[in-house]
């Protein structure tokens, strides 16, 4: 129970402390990392064995389904032979079937159509697109740390907004705006100075000390970290207090050519909520009736964090950013 509550206006103001110049470079950073080509394209569970699931990155069509082991295929979304979207055919044992002339695909290469590499971390897939990373190829992406599956319940909330990857990200590398933006969620939020010395020897670890509202006066105080592991992705950990090891990913994939005069990007976050508290049995087995809940939640946020990126973006894209 907060003892000391302060109402939203008399919170100490945090402008200062989100010093423009620091966020810049510290999304100067993060943007210069190495993707190896990898573009997060939404949850796992979205990619069923019964029918082929369509997504767009960069302006490339891409289609997802799973073959007759469960793993995921993909590559064009385009059919090879008169370009039929093949988001729309079907699949049957692990057979992606054009829904036109019936060309059957199995993942291997066949009739001009070529696979591209997909990966499925069990929360979330993505697909390596070497025509639009443009960098040296990797085996696999770059997916953070998290809590076991078996220990953890997951939920993927997926939003699109009128702005760059580099909006988003830099939304998620300003935490101060967290009890402004967002006083329904976090209260007492402080920025801390020392976040080098308490993460180890992460690069631009960012420390933070909040409280998420439960109801009233009611709160959950946690010690969070945050960091940007590759060029469109930023993670919130939590380091100290209830749910220690949960993380909430956030991941942005572009879903129009770069350079486009009205750019459009996909958030998708993946919240992975763990803790050692014995009751918590009980929430993994409640998981279908949470997870609804855990992207309701995020989508509220994100409906002020995606206003944020796309104010960002329309103040750059005019020359009037003042950051």
């Not at 469960?70 to 054009?98: F, N």
């Not at 993505?126 to 809590?147: I, K, M, N, S, Y």
């Not at 967002?182 to 020392?194: A, I, K, N, R, T």
Request: hydrophobic share 45%; with cysteine.
């Amino acid at each position: 129970m907060r003892r000391h509550a302060v109402a939203w206006e008399h919170q100490r103001s945090t402008w200062r402390q989100a010093r423009p110049a620091a966020i810049a470079g510290a999304l100067e950073r993060a943007t210069a990392r190495r993707s190896g080509n990898w573009f997060v394209v939404g949850a796992s569970r979205e990619v069923r064995p019964d029918l082929p699931t369509g997504r767009t990155v960069a302006g490339t069509e891409v289609v997802l389904w799973r073959d007759g082991r469960g793993g995921v295929r993909a590559g064009s979304g385009v059919c090879p032979h008169l370009g039929a979207p093949l988001k729309d055919g079907a699949v049957r044992c692990g057979t992606l079937i054009c829904h036109w002339h019936g060309l059957a695909l199995d993942g291997s290469a066949f009739a001009g159509w070529e696979p591209w590499p997909a990966f499925d971390d069990g929360v979330l897939v993505w697909v390596r697109l070497d025509q639009v990373g443009g960098e040296e190829p990797t085996e696999r992406p770059v997916v953070p740390p998290r809590p076991s599956a078996a220990g953890a319940v997951s939920a993927v909330y997926t939003g699109v907004g009128t702005c760059e990857p580099q909006d988003v990200v830099a939304n998620r590398l300003d935490p101060w705006h967290g009890a402004w933006l967002h006083p329904y969620s976090f209260v007492d939020l402080e920025v801390l100075d020392d976040s080098a010395g308490a993460v180890g020897d992460e690069e631009d670890a960012l420390l933070v000390r909040v409280s998420f509202k439960v109801a009233g006066r009611a709160v959950v105080p946690v010690t969070a970290v945050f960091t940007a592991p590759e060029p469109r992705t930023v993670t919130m950990r939590i380091v100290e207090g209830e749910g220690t090891g949960s993380v909430v990913e956030t991941h942005a994939t572009p879903l129009v050519p770069a350079g486009s005069a009205r750019p459009r990007t996909a958030v998708v976050e993946a919240v992975v909520a763990a803790s050692d508290r014995p009751g918590f049995a009980a929430a993994r087995f409640l998981a279908p009736l949470l997870r609804p809940a855990m992207r309701s939640a995020a989508g509220r946020l994100w409906r002020d964090d995606l206003a944020y990126a796309e104010r960002r973006w329309l103040l750059r894209s005019t020359g009037r950013f003042p950051g």
